[in-house]
């Protein structure tokens, strides 16, 4: 699921949530139920190591994903004049936290000596993620997940 999904639902539920510690366990837990609905890239996560073309689609995808992102965050802050609480910035760093620490573990497969300090946890980390997106199995196009994942961008953002 795209980051930019996970990082407007935490701006979202970060007004229902008293503090920081709250805003951010709560929406780290929230990424892995958000990642449970079907949005698309189920097949995709199969192949992202060791498909060198595949690898450099998914970079590209990841960088865009990453600025759209940052540019949410910008325009949230922008209808708050820049007042964004610590309990905002905490659920955001919840909500993308689990796909920032998928980003590592799959860094560190492709670097060796990475990989030989870290792989007792970042196998069984890439392993637990990748089984969340298979427990609905439902496949859908790559065009109706960006489309249904945008427009529930907008719709939250219509509502917050
Ligand atoms: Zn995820």
Do not use: C, R
């Amino acid at each position: 699921m795209y980051l930019s999904l996970h990082t407007t639902v935490a701006i979202a539920t970060s007004n229902y949530l008293p503090n920081l510690w709250l805003a951010f366990i709560v929406n780290f837990i929230l990424h892995f139920v958000l990642d449970l609905i079907p949005h698309g890239d189920d097949e995709d996560s199969k192949k992202i190591i060791g498909d060198k073309t595949y690898n450099k689609t998914f970079i590209t995808i990841t960088l865009i994903d990453l600025l759209t992102s940052s540019a949410i965050i910008w325009y949230y802050a922008w209808t708050q004049n820049f007042n964004v609480s610590t309990i905002t910035s905490w659920s955001i760093l919840g909500g993308v936290l689990p796909d920032l620490v998928m980003g590592f573990a799959f860094f560190a497969k492709l670097h060796p000596w990475i990989y030989k300090l870290n792989h007792w946890w970042t196998d069984k980390y890439l392993d637990f993620h990748k089984k969340i997106h298979f427990i609905i199995k439902f496949q859908m196009s790559k065009i109706t997940a960006l489309f249904l994942q945008a427009a529930t961008i907008v719709l939250i953002f219509w509502f917050i």
